[in-house]
């Protein structure tokens, strides 16, 4: 009898293929006629490639939440709220870790699973700190102080910075997109826009060429940089044997008082609409991200569960220096970007204004009024996306 062959789409990196790695060798040992291949992608491809030509290739998809406005539009994978039973979407809701699983629900519809969670959190070399009696920083004023020293890293590429731009916006008392005249009310863009440079000012220039994963790898390759204020996080880097230096991960310092809210980010697991083998890939899609399987073999195998009792798990947090107990208060407070139809085009475009700015310097209002534009472009562009 030949095998029924589903394939998958992810991206290359650790925490993203290879919990599905084994996650398809388990399915397949359950269900010895049946074999999942994961294929995996650069995280640019991942930002670049329109997901709903893939939905035709491939029957399982990691997704980012900002997409679900075009799976609205186009039904190019499956409503799961048609599909996988009540009890289970209601046991993902109430684990939501932060905004995860609601992520992923637009427009009465639950068009992914979340599957993988994260946020911009601190990470630090503990036993850098501890050598040079640093402590580690609590405020905005303390991070300033260790980036003059030299001693901080930071992912400084456009889609960093943008979702960074966010928290300085809700930092300075708005929460974003709020209205469809404007990204935020232009006191409180500017406030932002002004903030932002007196940290990045202040880093080496790598930092604007290198993303999360990049900072990771710097900081756990050498001894140059102690400490990140903010980048999504990876609990691969706070295992012992990942990496030649492990990574400590902590919550966001406060600014003005108040802890930073930062963006989350984490990815979905959606099932296409063209997959001739529907019922194979919703039962694997219900196993992996179950929360019995996120808790102990997911996580066991390098994953970063988007089911909240796996972060509570004494065994995940043994595994991982308790990074997930250390991130996961920065992980409920953390702000979701908009989902519409459109907004992808907006990030897309808005972040490299932002970029240019902070990097090589330039007048806030200016920014600002091109990132509004920008926006009331992708509104424009959302109703021609429209079926």
């Known amino acids: 009898m030949a095998k029924t062959i589903l394939k998958g789409i992810t991206w290359g990196h650790s925490r993203g293929i290879t919990p599905l790695l084994a996650a398809a060798q388990r399915f397949n040992e359950l269900f010895p006629d049946v074999e999942i291949q994961w294929h995996k992608r650069t995280l640019q491809e ?19 939440h900002p997409w679900v406005g075009c799976a609205a539009a186009t039904n190019c994978v499956l409503p799961l709220d048609q599909y996988l039973p009540e009890s289970f979407l209601n046991d993902q809701a109430v684990n939501s870790t932060g905004l995860s699983h ?29 050598k040079n009696n640093v402590s580690l920083p609590q405020t905005w004023e303390d991070v300033l102080l260790l980036a ?26 708005t929460v974003p997109f709020q209205s469809k005249e404007e990204i935020v009310d232009v006191e409180t863009g500017i406030k932002a826009l002004e903030a932002m440079p007196q940290l990045y000012s202040l880093v080496d220039k790598v930092m604007f060429t290198s993303n999360p994963i990049a900072v990771a790898e710097m900081m756990s390759k050498t001894n140059k940089f102690w400490y990140c204020p903010f980048a999504y996080c990876y609990s691969n880097y706070s295992r012992t044997g990942y990496a030649e230096n492990r990574l400590t991960y902590a919550d966001v310092v406060n600014f003005n008082g108040q802890k930073l809210r930062t963006t989350i980010g984490g990815t979905g697991l ?3 609409a063209f997959s001739k083998h529907k019922e194979i890939a919703l039962q694997f899609a219900e196993m992996v991200t179950s ?9 066991e195998h390098g994953g970063q569960p988007g089911y909240r009792k796996a972060w509570e798990s004494e065994t995940a947090n ?7 107990s250390s991130v996961l208060p920065a992980m409920q407070s953390g702000y979701m970007r908009p989902r519409y139809n459109g907004y992808l085009h907006f990030q897309d475009t808005a972040c490299e204004p932002l970029h240019q700015y902070l990097w ?18 992708s509104l424009v562009y959302e109703l021609k996306l429209q079926p």
């Not at 629900?105 to 850098?128: C, E, F, M, V």
């Not at 043994?318 to 997930?324: I, M």
Request: charged share 20%; hydrophobic share 40%.
């Open 291 to 299: 929360g019995s399987f996120q808790s102990t073999f997911y996580v």
């Open 46 to 64: 991942f930002a670049d490639f329109p997901i709903e030509k893939l939905t035709e290739q491939y029957d399982l998809l990691i997704i980012d």
């Open 360 to 377: 090589k310097g330039g007048n806030p209002e200016t920014v600002l009024q091109e990132m509004n534009r920008l926006y009331q472009e």
């Open 102 to 130: 609601q992520s992923y629900n637009y427009k009465g519809h639950q068009w992914a699973l979340a599957i993988d969670a994260a946020t911009p959190a601190a990470s630090y070399r503990s036993d850098l700190l501890q």
């Open 318 to 324: 043994r595994l991982t220096n308790d990074f997930f």
């Open 270 to 272: 959606s099932v296409s």
């Open 148 to 173: 003059k020293d030299g001693k901080l890293a930071v992912p400084a590429i456009p889609i960093d910075l943008l979702m960074n731009f966010y928290t300085f916006c809700i930092a300075h008392g």
